[in-house]
């Protein structure tokens, strides 16, 4: 099993950036596969990025594209989400989760998909 901790969020003014961390513990996380959800208030949990194994390929929402860049360091244990832009609707609990097989976007995208999920992390973008 493998534990998984987010740190990084916090308050930021739209058009601002965070960096989002991962961490794993109890098993090495070159295990898996990695995926980045939130949820917003009153809203579904949704998808927001993927990277696989090596970090070599990545999937990400439409409404993210070109301003989140999800990364890893297998060395460290961690996954990254640097999140540019940012835009009041993007306020969300933030969360990482691991998988054990990589697909297409849509496999990736259901949170099904995934074996384990960290508590989540606080964004809050204000406007």
């Known amino acids: 099993q493998v534990q998984l901790v987010e740190s990084g969020g916090g308050l930021v003014q739209a058009g601002g950036s965070l960096r989002l961390s991962c961490a794993a513990s109890?098993?090495?996380?070159?295990?898996?596969?990695m995926g980045w959800f939130r949820q917003a208030p009153g809203k579904e949990r949704e998808f927001v990025s993927a990277?696989?194994?090596?970090?070599?390929?990545?999937y990400y929402a439409d409404s993210v594209k070109g301003r989140f860049t999800i990364s890893r360091d297998n060395a460290k244990n961690t996954v990254f989400m640097q999140m540019n832009s940012l835009k009041p609707e993007e306020t969300a609990v933030y969360y990482c989760?691991?998988?054990?097989?990589?697909?297409?976007?849509?496999?990736?995208?259901?949170?099904?998909?995934?074996?384990?999920w960290g508590q989540g992390t606080q964004v809050t973008v204000s406007s």
């Open positions: 989760a691991a998988a054990n097989r990589w697909g297409t976007i849509a496999t990736m995208s259901r949170q099904y998909e995934y074996l384990y």
């Open positions: 990277i696989n194994w090596s970090g070599g390929l990545t």
């Open positions: 109890g098993r090495t996380l070159s295990n898996y596969v």
